[in-house]
């Protein structure tokens, strides 16, 4: 745990390119807004006080931060967007007495990890620095500052794309855009940032030049991985970004002894946890936070949707779809079905077709379905909830059950079969 240590989180922007009412921070990977990994990573990292600059959709994601994240975060209202600076600088009044290390983030890098920001800032502290840039190296740099350094290897500036020369734009060193900054020594320089340029906004990449003019101690970081500085500013780059968080995962998975049969078409989510000797078999997406044991078989065509717990020795089927379910060892859920919002215990067996109907649209509410050891459940059941079936209890296919069911019972519900001779003639 890094001591003393606080974030702002950029992200106020608008996001134009994503074409889309919702602000391009709260656009979602693996059902998680990108400003929700981001913010995920500076908590990791060690941050005591999270700070975000809204902007445009402030409401929307002042919302979701106070939902999602409570005692973890704050949010900064940027009210016109006048630069990155002028981004910190509306931040301001809640770093007022902070003199400690200040880390400040984009709001849409979502690939950034923990484990890179704690060492960005470990980095920081070990040199005694007044400001750390956190730089990466790319054979395509179009785009991005170029960090220029001297003939001590130090950094002498940073210069924008539109103001490269030609030599310049050959560097493939550029600016990540994450920075670290030792808050007493520095805040007095964001200040004196003026916005006398073609945009007549207040840069970051200014106050990096006041540390450099003004002989502080200014330090590059060089980032090992580009992918992780990746920022989202289209749909073509949100899905670029969730294929590399998802390999990142499959890799995770299949080094600790997990087989996933096919990488191209498996997406699991970063929170969620698979023992070893598990077979994920094609086409399954694994979305939130689940815990899934050893020796499973979940697939092909599998959604798992988040808050699902799943023991050891269980076979998911073809086109199964699973939410807040609980399921333990040694069950089997066959083909074509849905259970959420459920318990389903040990040695059952829920047949091809079987659904759990929790949710009354009339209430907006749901309610579970408890399903106890051994039971067995027919093809095409439908279980209204809230129910409870028994242990060792058997219900015919077919069935619409709506009432709890007894141990060792048989529950059927079927009309009676009619008959018309000759009905074809």
Not at 167 to 194: P, S
Not at 262 to 287: C, H, M, Q, R
Not at 345 to 352: K, L, R, T
Request: overall charge neutral; charged content about 25%.
């Amino acid at each position: 745990m890094i001591k003393d240590l606080k974030t702002v989180i950029l992200a106020a922007g608008k996001g134009t390119r994503m074409k889309s009412d919702t602000p391009k921070v709260l656009h979602e990977i693996f059902s998680k807004p990108i400003l929700g990994r981001v913010l995920d990573s500076a908590i990791l990292s060690g941050s005591k006080e999270n700070i975000v600059v809204t902007g445009h959709g402030a409401d929307k994601v002042e919302k979701y931060i106070s939902a999602a994240y409570g005692d973890y975060a704050v949010c900064a209202l940027q009210e016109k967007q006048l630069g990155t600076a002028h981004a910190l600088m509306s931040a301001a009044d809640k770093l007022k007495g902070y003199e400690g290390t200040l880390l400040v983030l984009c709001g849409d890098t979502p690939l950034i990890t923990g484990k890179t920001l704690f060492d960005f800032v470990k980095f920081h502290n070990e040199n005694n620095a007044d400001i750390t840039v956190m730089s990466a190296l790319f054979d395509n740099p179009f785009g991005y500052g170029r960090i220029v350094r001297d003939g001590n290897n130090n950094i002498k500036a940073i210069i924008e794309e539109k103001d490269a020369d030609i030599e310049t734009k050959k560097i493939k060193e550029i600016n990540a855009g994450i920075y670290c900054f030792n808050w007493k020594t520095v805040k007095d320089g964001l200040f004196e940032i003026k916005n006398d340029n073609s945009q007549n906004e207040y840069y970051l990449t200014d106050l990096i030049k006041w540390g450099i003019e003004s002989s502080k101690k200014v330090f590059p970081y060089v980032l090992q991985s580009g992918d992780e500085i990746l920022g989202i500013n289209s749909k073509k780059q949100l899905a670029e970004a969730t294929k590399i968080m998802k390999m990142r995962k499959l890799d995770e998975l299949m080094d600790s002894g997990v087989t996933i049969v096919d990488p191209d078409t498996t997406y699991i989510s970063p929170e969620t946890e698979i023992e070893p000797d598990t077979v994920i078999l094609p086409s399954v997406v694994i979305e939130g936070k689940n815990k899934i044991g050893k020796n499973c078989k979940i697939g092909p065509f599998s959604h798992l949707r988040g808050d699902c717990v799943i023991e050891d020795y269980v076979k998911i089927g073809n086109f199964v779809e699973l939410k807040k379910a609980t399921v333990k060892s040694h069950t089997n859920i066959c083909h074509l079905s849905y259970v959420g919002d459920s318990f389903v215990g040990e040695h059952v067996n829920i047949g091809a077709g079987t659904i759990t109907a929790n949710y009354d649209s009339r209430t907006k509410t749901k309610s579970k379905t408890t399903i106890e050891n051994n039971v067995s459940i027919g093809s095409n059941v439908v279980l209204v909830a809230p129910v409870k079936l028994g242990e060792k209890s058997f219900i015919g296919a077919g069935s619409v059950i709506t009432t709890d069911v007894e141990n060792n019972a048989l529950a059927v519900t079927r009309s009676p079969k009619k008959e018309i001779k000759n009905y074809i003639k």
